[in-house]
Antibody, heavy 120, light 109 residues
Framework: QLQLQESGPGLVKPSETLSLTCNVS??????????WGWIRQPPGKGPEWIGS???????FDNPSLKSRVTMSVDTSKNHFSLKMRSVTAADTAVYYC????????????WGQGTLVTVSS | SSELTQDPVVSVPLGQTVRITCQGD??????ASWYQQKPGQAPTLVIY???KRPSGIPDRFSGSGSGNAASLTITGAQAEDEADYYC????????????FGGGTKLTVL
């Protein structure tokens, strides 16, 4: 059974960089034709797609985030990562890693989510 | 990017049928998926590819769609169906881009 687990700081200061990692277990991150991805949900609001990454390193990200996002994948550690620069209070949200993103297969996996608060 | 629009609040008497709708230009090109989210939990996929149910989802959940609209129907709503529901699709404005609707809070009376 595929499992995803987010990890990273729960508190980030304004203007700094948010960094999260999604550890994948139960399957190889390379053994798929689908995209891995990040979705966030601000308190009391709906989900927002952040971006998607293929095991080759190909990425797509949400234009509304104004190129503040960098995603990477480490197949040797079977995990993928998210960095978001210049954060503000508006980036406070529960961040989820998800598989697959952008494709419908009927089987979808979400991490438990991690709350990241942007505050000084 | 384009948007997906949902009614913010819908209510249904216990045991009755309710339809939750989603509208957006992306739905002319891509099928909708629907998610159920209960407090403190990650969203759960209940419908994908417009009208397909993942394994384990009760058959009272069904999906449909035409043109720029998609619908999630719950036939015989149960108390445990009270939740937030979000539609989702690919975005016509960008390759591999993904959209979510603003959500509908369903209350079962």
């Amino acid at each position: 059974q595929l499992q995803l687990q987010e990890s990273g700081p729960g508190l980030v200061k304004p203007s700094e960089t948010l960094s999260l990692t999604c550890n994948v277990s139960g399957a190889s991150i390379s053994d798929t034709t689908q995209y891995w991805g990040w979705i966030r949900q601000p308190p009391g609001k709906g989900p927002e797609w952040i971006g998607s990454i293929f095991h080759s390193g190909t990425t797509f990200d949400n234009p509304s985030l104004k190129s503040r996002v960098t995603m990477s994948v480490d197949t040797s550690k079977n995990h993928f990562s998210l960095k978001m620069r210049s954060v503000t209070a508006a980036d406070t949200a529960v961040y989820y890693c998800v598989f697959p993103v952008g494709a419908s297969t009927g089987e979808e996996y979400w991490g438990q989510g991690t709350l990241v608060t942007v505050s000084s | 990017s384009s948007e997906l629009t949902q009614d913010p609040v819908v209510s249904v008497p216990l045991g009755q049928t309710v339809r939750i709708t989603c509208q957006g230009d992306s739905l002319r090109a891509y099928y909708a998926s629907w998610y159920q989210q209960k407090p403190g939990q990650a969203p759960t996929l209940v419908i994908y590819d417009k009208d397909k149910r993942p394994s384990g989802i009760p058959d009272r959940f069904s999906g449909s769609g035409s043109g720029n609209a998609a619908s999630l129907t719950i036939t015989g709503a149960q108390a445990e169906d009270e939740a937030d529901y979000y539609c989702n699709s690919r975005d016509i404005s960008g390759n591999h881009h993904v959209l979510f609707g603003g959500g509908t809070k369903l209350t079962v009376l």
